[in-house]
């Protein structure tokens, strides 16, 4: 049984955010979803559900190349609230430039703070094993 029960896209293309959302609803539509076009407004969303005491995500979809504040970035500020939240957050890089090569060294770097890598455009079945 699927314990996710919210999921946070962080990704500047309109486009595939509103593929993203649509795939989502079809996979799993009980799901509350949450998005944001770059990384700064993320983290600002993040900080008021913590100060509001919310339930923060269960997963985040997360684009690299943003405007204002791209994934890696992010992932920097994230590292420094990550643990006021009082659960695991999986964090997966969804991104068009995501290969083999560039996985292995990202892995080396960011091993502890992502789940995993992931190419676009995500299709269903892909969708399915992250939620799964």
Not at 68 to 81: P, R, T
Not at 96 to 107: A, C, D, G, I, W
Request: proline share 3%.
């Amino acid at each position: 049984m699927n314990k996710l029960k919210s999921i946070c896209v962080i990704d500047d293309d309109k486009v595939y955010t509103f593929g993203i959302k649509k795939l989502l609803k079809t996979v799993s539509p009980h799901h509350i979803l949450e998005t944001y076009e770059n990384g700064k407004q993320a983290i600002d969303g993040i900080k008021q559900m913590l100060d509001k005491e919310m339930e923060l995500p269960d997963l985040i979809l997360l684009d690299i190349d943003m405007p204002e504040m791209n994934g890696w970035d992010f992932l920097s500020e994230f590292d420094k609230i990550r643990d006021k939240a009082d659960k695991k957050i999986q964090v997966f890089v969804i991104s068009s430039r995501v290969n083999t090569k560039n996985q292995e060294l990202y892995r080396v770097e960011w091993d502890e703070k992502v789940s995993d890598f992931i190419k676009k455009p995500v299709d269903a079945s892909e969708l399915s094993k992250i939620l799964n």
